[in-house]
């Protein structure tokens, strides 16, 4: 069964940090690419930042560029989202997302909460 679980959401204060982590099972992990997609309240999808399979390359989207790092443990089957200088714009709940050719998976989220 293909599973993709995150965690490490929660609440923190403006200018906090959180490290969320995805945890992969049940398909070729070092395959993906993985990246990180948002939901805010009320709003649609945001893509946030994307790793390749490699973990060689990585991308940001402009609103969290500089303040958020991807990274990935392919041994581990694990992808991360380090997020620092938090703001209440972060707010939303994130996604891990695999691609791999015609092939894509979906995490269940989690919340994170900036307020103070």
């Known amino acids: 069964e293909v599973q993709l679980t995150e965690s490490g959401g929660g609440l923190v204060q403006p200018g906090g940090s959180l490290r969320l982590s995805c945890a992969a099972s049940?398909?070729?992990?070092?395959?993906?690419?993985m990246s990180w997609v948002r939901q805010a309240p009320g709003k649609g999808l945001e893509w946030v930042s994307r790793?390749?399979?490699?973990?060689?390359?990585?991308t940001y989207a402009d609103s969290v560029k500089g303040r958020f790092t991807i990274s990935r443990d392919n041994a581990k089957k694990k992808v991360y989202l380090q997020m620092n200088s938090l703001k209440p714009e972060d707010t939303a709940v994130y996604y891990c997302?695999?691609?791999?050719?015609?092939?894509?998976?979906w995490g269940q989220g989690t919340q994170v909460t900036v307020s103070s």
């Open positions: 790793i390749n399979n490699l973990g060689e390359s990585t």
């Open positions: 997302y695999g691609a791999f050719s015609s092939s894509s998976y």
């Open positions: 049940g398909f070729i992990f070092s395959n993906y690419a």
